[in-house]
């Protein structure tokens, strides 16, 4: 399931997913996960919210 959109990102296009994709190709930008006791970096934040973002325009744009 996870072959096409990993070939698609050879084609230029980058696939954008959740945290619950794990072990998800390496083409696959996923949003960064908080440690476990710890917190993420301003910039793992910012990172977030640029892939929320993303992903909540395509899920729009996606009929169902």
């Known amino acids: ?10 084609d ?11 072990g ?3 083409s696959f930008r996923l949003p960064h996960k908080q440690p476990a006791g710890g ?6 934040q910012q990172f977030n919210k640029v892939i929320g973002a993303v992903r909540a325009l395509a899920e729009r ?3 169902t």
Do not use: N, V
């Open 39 to 44: 917190e993420l970096s301003t910039d793992q």
């Open 61 to 63: 744009q996606t009929p």
């Open 1 to 10: 399931m996870l072959d096409a959109p990993d070939a698609a990102a050879t």
């Open 12 to 22: 230029g296009l980058i696939p954008i997913a959740d945290t619950g994709y794990e």
């Open 24 to 26: 998800a190709p390496a």
